[in-house]
């Protein structure tokens, strides 16, 4: 049982950027424990009580591992997998089991007295794109010309008023099968007739002026560590969207300028997060524009192609060697 100074790893059953964490934390010799949330409440047994201004102790328990709760140091929350409930329990109940798991859970573990990494109330508020787009032009960061709207006449004009081409991006990421392969939704440049389509109007769309690029650039910050990469695109595909293709990708590490620098930290600061993903197109005269921050991002594949030491550096946060504490609201 881990008795002191432990990091809490909350995933889902496979994610290779936990386990980066993970064997660098055991190279450490920090204690961990790695609790698949979909393991509660079937294989991960939860016991905690209020001893006053003390505040919570008790346990979490697998069958092999028991884990003090008084110990824990901090929590990396690293998209955790819901709950599992028996096949046997009607819709109704599970619904119910799953909003109490919620609730009783995950509520006690963001009142455990620790850090986290990213607190997932901020974070969830940090996923919408209108309020990051918002924060980042009040941070001073260059953002592009964005329309977001289900009239089809709208977005018709703004695509005939901005006189350059124009992007749709999903909300969220979109990925599922159609008969049977794999697909995904990702950024597209609008073809003529595309501006007023009336399905458009069956949801809101986000349209964005296509910013040109020499190319784009990952840059992850961690407690105001700051980590750039510079993504290179060599398909069509990946010009438009990297994520489609990155067979395609290749990478180098780089400098952002110091008003990106000043701008990234000023909104996680303003988005109370210890870390953000953001992704920045870079023009061909070298003007840099924010296009997104993923409180939660992958990091791996930046890291294994530039030796960008972020793993240590998201470990150095978690054991609590740098920074202030980041709690759940």
């Known amino acids: 049982m881990p008795t002191a100074d432990a990091v809490l790893v909350l995933t889902g059953a496979f994610d290779p950027t936990a386990d980066l964490v993970i064997e660098e934390l055991n190279r450490r010799g920090t204690p961990v424990f790695r609790a698949d949330t979909a393991w509660f409440p079937s294989r991960l047994a939860l016991s905690a009580s209020l001893d006053g201004a003390a505040g919570w102790c008790g346990t979490l328990a697998t069958e092999r591992r028991t884990l003090d709760l008084s110990a824990v140091r901090a929590v990396y929350y690293r998209r955790p997998t819901v709950p599992e409930f028996p096949e046997s329990m009607s819709s109704e109940a599970r619904g119910v089991a799953s909003a109490e798991a919620r609730r009783g859970f995950g509520g006690l573990l963001s009142a455990l007295r620790c850090r986290w990494l990213p607190p997932p109330g901020r974070a969830a508020d940090a996923e919408y794109k209108p309020f990051q787009l918002r924060v980042a032009a009040e941070s001073g960061v260059r953002v592009p010309r964005t329309l977001i709207t289900n009239d089809p006449e709208a977005a018709r004009e703004f695509a005939t008023g901005i006189g350059k081409p124009v992007v749709y991006k999903p909300f969220t990421p979109i990925r599922g099968t159609l008969d049977g392969c794999s697909v995904a939704v990702y950024a597209s440049v609008l073809q003529p007739g595309d501006a007023d389509h009336p399905s458009i109007s069956t949801t809101a769309h986000l349209f964005q002026e296509w910013v040109p690029k ?99 550096a998201i470990c150095d946060y978690l054991e609590g060697s740098t920074g202030h504490d980041q709690r759940p609201r």
């Open 214 to 312: 020499a190319h784009e650039v990952r840059l992850t910050v961690v407690d105001g560590q700051l980590f750039a990469a510079e993504i290179h695109a060599n398909s069509d595909a990946a010009r438009v969207d990297w994520r489609s293709d990155y067979d395609s990708l290749t990478y180098r590490v780089c400098e952002p300028p110091s008003e990106i620098a000043v701008g990234v930290r000023r909104m996680l600061e303003r988005l109370a997060l210890p870390y953000g993903a953001f992704d920045f197109v870079v023009s061909p005269s070298g003007e840099w524009t924010f296009l997104e921050v993923n409180p939660n991002g992958q990091y791996g594949f930046i890291e294994q192609a530039t030796g960008l030491p972020i793993t240590a």
